[in-house]
């Protein structure tokens, strides 16, 4: 049972555009929500969080918009650069116990 | 401050052999874990452990055992190595708030292990 869930495995982006990454949960338990992001042969290095009592939080480029009624959060960068190509996971905890991951997506931002 | 560091970066190991991933964190954190990463199912929770002592299984413990020993290292031993572990494995540790709940976690940089 995939509690937290990316659909999209890839997005391919031009550098300056926006790039919008998607995730949706089912647990409504959850009530933090982290972005994670991941280059190759590196760990998980974390972005940006939201907590369930807010519906937007933003840190410089990223922002994250959580939609409760949907269960659906998002992950906006702009403008994107080719230095953000990596790994985004979502990841959701309730009551600060235990991350559960989606699968990731693969962002590549072209030049 | 070298936050989280796993050792080794990488491992072959052949079928039925056992070993142990090392995890150590400078950050006095009391949450530490381990998680393995596999193509399309993100990153999966091995063990964890809330402090010194205590260790619970997460979504995937079989064929894993973990100790807690000091607050600093949370080795991840493999008991009998099967293929189906060839995986990325990652350790984190995060800083508790109380009652059980924990802030973001910081990863290790992986280890690599393919078994045979």
């Known amino acids: 049972d995939q509690q937290v869930k990316q659909n999209s495995p890839s997005l391919s982006v031009q550098e300056g555009r926006i790039s919008i990454l998607n995730c949706d949960y089912t647990?409504?338990?959850?009530?933090?929500f982290l972005w994670y992001k991941k280059y190759p042969a590196e760990g998980p290095t974390f972005l940006i969080s939201i907590s369930s009592i807010k519906d937007k939080n933003e840190d410089g480029r990223f922002t994250v918009f959580l939609n409760k009624s949907a269960k659906h959060l998002s992950l906006h960068i702009v403008p994107s650069q080719p230095g953000d190509s990596a790994v985004y996971f979502c990841a959701a905890m309730a009551s600060g116990s235990r991350l559960t991951f989606g699968e990731g997506t693969q962002l590549t931002v072209n030049p | 401050n070298a936050g989280v560091t796993q050792t080794p970066k990488f491992q072959v190991l052949k079928t039925g052999q056992s070993m142990t991933l090392q995890c150590a964190q400078d950050?006095?954190?009391?949450?530490m874990s381990w998680y393995r990463q596999d193509p399309g199912m993100g990153l999966r929770l091995i063990h964890y452990s809330v402090g010194a002592g205590i260790t619970d299984q997460g979504e995937v413990p079989n064929g894993y055992n973990v100790s807690r020993s000091t607050t600093e290292d949370f080795p991840l031993r493999l008991l009998s190595a099967a293929p189906s572990q060839t995986s990325v494995y990652f350790c984190?540790?995060?800083?508790?708030?109380?009652?059980?709940?924990?802030?973001?976690?910081?990863f290790g940089q992986g280890t690599r292990l393919t078994v045979v």
């Open positions: 984190a540790s995060s800083y508790s708030i109380g009652r059980g709940q924990t802030t973001e976690a910081f």
């Open positions: 950050m006095n954190h009391e949450y």
């Open positions: 647990n409504s338990m959850f009530d933090y």
